[in-house]
């Protein structure tokens, strides 16, 4: 049962225009919501999250939305650069300090377009 | 940079033969985990640990332990690896009071 859900498996997009990826969730007790960028044969690294309590997070190009009532959330990269083209990780983690565990999605493959 | 080194960085391994995976941290955070990353599939949880000692299952248990001596350390092994433990794994540790978690550089493990 995939409690996390990246449906796209792959996106292609300009560069200089807007990404945008997307996730579903299905858990309701899922609180806090995070974007992982993985390059080949490196480590996935943190890119951004956002709590239940907002519906946006905006950190320089990235900019993460959460519709909690569609259990959906969605990130936005604007402008594309090259640099931009990795797998994007959606995660989910119930808030509730103490062994919290992240749940991914399978990942979406961003290629952005020279 | 988490100060997060795994060992070894690629390994090939027969069918059978014990292997253990190490995850090394330089900042003394207390929860570590191990995942493995498949096509379709993601990252999944194998293991994790809240403390020296301290360890739980993940999501894809089945066919490793963990071991947690030292803070420092997270020791993942197959005690008898099979083809379908082909994959990539990834250490990651979480500092204390945040959800965010850092990840390793990741072991490519084949098993012929």
């Known amino acids: 049962d995939q409690q996390v859900k990246q449906n796209s498996p792959s996106l292609s997009v300009q560069e200089g225009r807007i990404s945008i990826l997307n996730c579903d969730y299905t858990n309701s007790m899922f609180d806090y919501f995070l974007w992982y960028k993985k390059y080949p044969a490196e480590g996935p690294t943190f890119l951004i999250s956002i709590s239940s309590i907002k519906d946006k997070n905006e950190d320089g190009r990235f900019t993460v939305f959460l519709n909690k009532s569609a259990k959906h959330l969605s990130l936005h990269i604007v402008p594309s650069q090259p640099g931009d083209s990795a797998v994007y990780f959606c995660?989910?983690?119930?808030?509730?300090?103490?062994?919290?565990?992240?749940?991914f999605g399978t990942g979406t493959r961003l290629t952005i377009i020279p | 940079d988490a100060g997060i080194t795994q060992s070894p960085r690629h390994k090939v391994t027969e069918t059978g033969t014990p292997v253990t995976l190490r995850c090394h941290q330089t900042e003394n955070h207390r929860y570590m985990y191990w995942y493995r990353q498949d096509p379709g599939h993601g990252l999944r949880l194998i293991h994790y640990?809240?403390?020296?000692?301290?360890?739980d299952k993940g999501e894809v248990s089945d066919g490793y332990s963990v071991s947690r001596s030292k803070t420092e350390d997270f020791l993942l092994t197959l005690e008898s690896a099979t083809s379908s433990q082909t994959s990539v794994y990834f250490c990651?540790?979480?500092?204390?009071?945040?959800?965010?978690?850092?990840f390793g550089p990741g072991t490519r493990l084949t098993v012929t």
């Open positions: 995660a989910a983690s119930p808030i509730n300090f103490g062994n919290e565990k992240l749940t």
């Open positions: 640990s809240y403390g020296v000692k301290d360890t």
């Open positions: 990651a540790i979480r500092p204390t009071g945040v959800y965010e978690q850092y």
